[in-house]
């Protein structure tokens, strides 16, 4: 496995003990035409002084990084929205691509924000807004009556929040493409916008999935052998077609039929359908019923294997059905709840982890509030494998002497976990700054001097 190699000033940029002063000339820096690192544009809580410098900032790639940034408040990014880069107003639009957390929502924009860069003269910021995954559902829902049919499109997203009267102009609506994506919102209810929608080549496959079907049209389609799979997952498909699907000759359709929540375990069970190890359980009716515990029960005692994967997602598992899941045998299963849910017992947690390895793995140990942290030291830090002796550097309990012990590991990750640590001793700390591998993590380390961060940055030509 090869580990991530980062600079030292990259390291510093992230260092939560940078000093104000340090932290204001790293941001002011040009790097080139490009700007700070990225590190110092994303971190938690950046100072009132370094916001406005970012604002300022004459590199574009700055603002525009900020601009994406997860870990910035949704009113600070809002400060961009006037900037004279259309590049920096649409990634403020668009919002960030990713977080340090996943289980923590991003907050969106203020409504009046939003609205502001609708009516921006670029088309790229429009669309990046009408895109975005963060924008409010009450402002997707304002949209329905917009005369900018991107916008208006927007609107179905939220499709259950609308008016009757605002269904309807969307069912009307003068562009086809909004027309279309609005009756297939409303067709699991409609049989006649169903039919419709399977005379249109672009939207048949969906109307076949969710649409209300006749059984006319449900017979026509299974002689034909045209989208089956699709056709097999259809809530309204007739029971006697349900079983003519159930032992077609393709395993993909076979496995769609196995995957209906009307069937009981026993008709689950008696449908040859195979599950690979990576295939990740997304189950339209769990997904939609992520928090509704008759839904969460039944899919999390199923025989059936994405049926539980898809259970596993939900952070609103009881703890009974956490304590099931816990004990499955099914990898996918264990590392859904290691992602997902918070109160993932520490055994799951820590399969996980020396199952999957590499920075999935170091994202969980720092992240997951429930991964175990006291005793690791005594457990892992003479483990033969280097991806548990990591772990020894989480434990309050070691020592100095571990930790310098540790940043001379054979594995390079552990070196990496061991050089950010506050209690390596400081001459190892000043050699690790000097090492290629693990510069980036002694950067990072809170009890660099701040005389040597001042040095790093000396070093990177950053000015004073």
Not at 141 to 165: F, Y
Not at 334 to 360: N, W
Request: negative net charge; proline residues 11%.
């Amino acid at each position: 496995m090869v580990a991530f190699y980062s600079s030292a000033l990259d390291g510093v940029a992230a260092n939560p003990a940078l000093p104000t002063p340090l932290l204001l000339r790293l941001i002011a820096f040009d790097g080139g035409g490009h700007g700070p690192p990225f590190q110092a544009l994303h971190r938690t809580g950046l100072p009132e002084p370094a916001v406005a410098a970012v604002l300022a900032h004459p590199a574009l790639d700055a603002r525009v990084e900020f601009a994406k940034s997860g870990q910035a408040e949704p009113e600070q990014r809002a400060r961009l929205a006037g900037d004279p880069s259309p590049r920096v107003r649409a990634a403020v639009a668009h919002g960030p691509e990713w977080s340090h957390d996943h289980r923590k929502k991003v907050r969106p924009l203020p409504d009046a924000v939003c609205a502001r860069l609708l009516e921006d003269p670029e088309a790229s910021v429009r669309s990046a807004l009408v895109n975005s995954r963060h924008v409010a559902p009450s402002f997707l829902a304002s949209l329905a009556r917009h005369p900018d049919p991107a916008a208006r499109h927007a609107a179905l997203r939220v499709w259950d929040e609308l008016a009757p009267d605002e269904h309807a102009a969307l069912l009307d609506d003068p562009d086809p493409e909004v027309r279309r994506s609005a009756a297939l919102c409303a067709c699991p209810d409609d049989a006649g916008l169903t039919a419709a929608l399977l005379r249109d080549p672009a939207a048949l496959p969906e109307a076949l999935r969710r649409g209300l079907l006749d059984r006319a049209d449900a017979e026509r389609f299974l002689t034909e052998g045209i989208h089956l799979a699709e056709l097999a997952a259809n809530p309204s498909l007739p029971a006697d077609l349900v079983d003519r699907l159930a032992v077609d000759p393709d395993d993909g359709v076979r496995l769609a039929v196995s995957l209906r929540p009307e069937l009981s375990e026993a008709r689950r069970a008696a449908i040859d359908f195979t599950v690979t190890p990576y295939t990740t359980g997304d189950v339209d009716w769990v997904a939609a019923g992520i928090a509704d515990q008759d839904v969460l029960h039944r899919a999390a005692t199923s025989t059936h294997p994405l049926l539980r994967r898809a259970a596993a997602r939900s952070p609103h598992l009881p703890p009974d059905l956490l304590r099931h899941l816990a004990e499955d045998t099914d990898d996918l299963v264990r590392t859904h709840l290691a992602i997902y849910h918070p109160d993932t017992p520490e055994e799951v947690l820590m399969s996980v982890y020396a199952r999957l390895g590499g920075t999935f793995s170091a994202w969980m140990a720092t992240g997951h509030p429930r991964f175990p942290r006291d005793g690791l030291a005594a457990r892992y830090a003479n483990h033969p494998n280097g991806i548990y002796r990591q772990l020894a550097v989480r434990d309050p309990a070691a020592s100095p002497e571990l930790i310098e012990r540790l940043s001379h590991d054979p594995d390079v990750w552990t070196r990496q976990a061991a050089a950010g640590d506050p209690r390596l001793p400081l001459p190892r700390l000043l050699e690790a700054l000097a090492l290629p591998e693990l510069a980036c993590s002694a950067g990072t380390n809170p009890a660099l001097p701040p005389d040597e961060m001042a040095a790093v940055m000396d070093k990177a030509g950053v000015p004073a």
